[in-house]
C-alpha cells in the first residue's frame, strides 16, 4: 500500500454511536491533516498534527476528537454527531509543511 | 482569515477546447497557491502551483497565472481530453503550505 490510506471508506451511524475513521501515510511526512468536505462548501480544515502534536484546530465541535499515535496514524473519533456532519471527511499529509497529499476520504452518513 | 472564491462552478467544453478556471482572494499576504483535481471517489491531488514571486508557470496542456495586485489567479487547460473531467479547487496559503485555504470547486466536463 502506498500513498495515504484511509478506512472506513463508507460509513453510516445513528446519533448516539461511536465510531472512529483512521488514516495511514506511508509516505515518511511528519504532519498529517484532517479536513471536511460538504457539498457546496469548501473543503474545510479541521485538525492538524505536526510531530504528533495537535497545532491547528479550527473550531471544531468536540463531537470530534482526534488522536496522533505516531507520524504515520491519525484517527478521527465521533461520537453523538448531527445528521449535518455528513460528509466526505479527507486525510492528508504533507513533510515540513510542504506539498499536501490526500487520501481517497470515508463518505460518512449520520441518520 | 483568508477568503477564496471560485469562478464558475460548472464548467463543459468540447474535446480539444480550452477551459479557464478563475479565482480571486481576500489576504494580499497569501503567497502560494495550489490546484488540485478531485476525480469521483478519490482525493485531491495536487496538479500545478504558484507562487507570489512569479507571473505564469506552465506544466504542458496546464498553466497558472496570477496578478498580485489583483488578487486573482487562473488555471487553463489547453487541448481538453475526456479525462480531464473533474472537479477542480484553487487554494491559497499564507507563509507557506501547511494551512490552506481553499475554493469551492469547478466541476470540469470534457465532451467527447
Known amino acids: 500500500e502506498t500513498g495515504v490510506t484511509q478506512t472506513p471508506r463508507h460509513l453510516v451511524m445513528g446519533m448516539t454511536n461511536k465510531k472512529s475513521l483512521k488514516c495511514e501515510q506511508h509516505?515518511?511526512?511528519?504532519?498529517m491533516y484532517w479536513y471536511k468536505q460538504s457539498a457546496k462548501k469548501p473543503l474545510e480544515l479541521m485538525f492538524v498534527?505536526?510531530?504528533?502534536?495537535?497545532?491547528e484546530n479550527n473550531s471544531v465541535p468536540s463531537r470530534f476528537s482526534p488522536e496522533c499515535p505516531n507520524s504515520s496514524h491519525l484517527f478521527l473519533h465521533l461520537h453523538t454527531l448531527q445528521p449535518e456532519d455528513s460528509a466526505l471527511y479527507l486525510c492528508a499529509s504533507s513533510q515540513n509543511g510542504r506539498q499536501q497529499f490526500f487520501g481517497p476520504g470515508t463518505r460518512l452518513t449520520v441518520l | 482569515g483568508e477568503n477564496v472564491e471560485q469562478h464558475p462552478s460548472t464548467l463543459s467544453v468540447q474535446e480539444g477546447d480550452s477551459a479557464v478556471i478563475k479565482c480571486t482572494y481576500s489576504?494580499?499576504?497569501?503567497?502560494?497557491f495550489p490546484w488540485y483535481k478531485q476525480e469521483l471517489g478519490k482525493g485531491p491531488q495536487l496538479i500545478i502551483d504558484?507562487?507570489?514571486?512569479?507571473g505564469e508557470k506552465k506544466d504542458q496542456r496546464i498553466a497558472v497565472t496570477l496578478n498580485k495586485t489583483a488578487k486573482h489567479f487562473s488555471l487553463h487547460i489547453t487541448e481538453t481530453q475526456p479525462e480531464d473531467s473533474a472537479v477542480y479547487f484553487c487554494?491559497?496559503?499564507?507563509?507557506?503550505?501547511?494551512?490552506?485555504?481553499f475554493g469551492t470547486g469547478t466541476k470540469l466536463q470534457v465532451i467527447p
Open positions: 504558484i507562487r507570489s514571486n512569479v
Open positions: 498534527y505536526s510531530l504528533e502534536e495537535r497545532v
Open positions: 489576504d494580499s499576504a497569501s503567497n502560494y
Open positions: 487554494a491559497a496559503s499564507i507563509g507557506g503550505y501547511q494551512k490552506v485555504t
Open positions: 509516505l515518511g511526512h511528519n504532519a
